[in-house]
């Protein structure tokens, strides 16, 4: 079983900057893929940005080429830089993580609050 465990959400105003991080702890294999999904309020869940143990990286729409996904294998750990956001960037974001070769283990963090003001 993995554990994730995320932080950096909060308030912003539109054009700012947020950086989320995301701790993966336990069973952790070394083949997987882990990336942040978002969910607003009213709408379904979509991928923001995935990036593999070898840092093959996969961007959703919403990305825009304003997020930036990063990981560092030592710690764990995947980043989102998350830059010139808007208010449509409101939502919960959550940390995904999955085992490469078995699709069966897939986690999901808690959420953390991303809120964008206009």
């Known amino acids: 079983q993995v554990q994730l465990v995320e932080s950096g959400g909060g308030l912003v105003q539109a054009g700012g900057s947020l950086r989320l991080s995301c701790v993966a702890s336990g069973n952790i294999f070394t083949s997987n893929v882990m990336g942040w999904y978002r969910q607003a309020p009213g709408s379904q869940r979509e991928l923001v940005a995935t990036?593999?143990?070898?840092?093959?990286?996969t961007y959703g729409d919403s990305a825009k080429g304003r997020f930036t996904i990063s990981r560092d294998n030592a710690k764990n750990t995947v980043y989102l830089q998350m830059n010139s956001l808007k208010p449509e960037d409101t939502a919960a974001y959550y940390c995904?993580?999955?085992?490469?070769?078995?699709?069966?283990?897939?986690?999901w963090g808690q959420g953390t609050q991303v809120t964008v003001s206009s």
């Open positions: 995904n993580w999955k085992n490469l070769y078995n699709t069966r283990l897939a986690y």
């Open positions: 990036i593999t143990n070898g840092f093959a990286i």
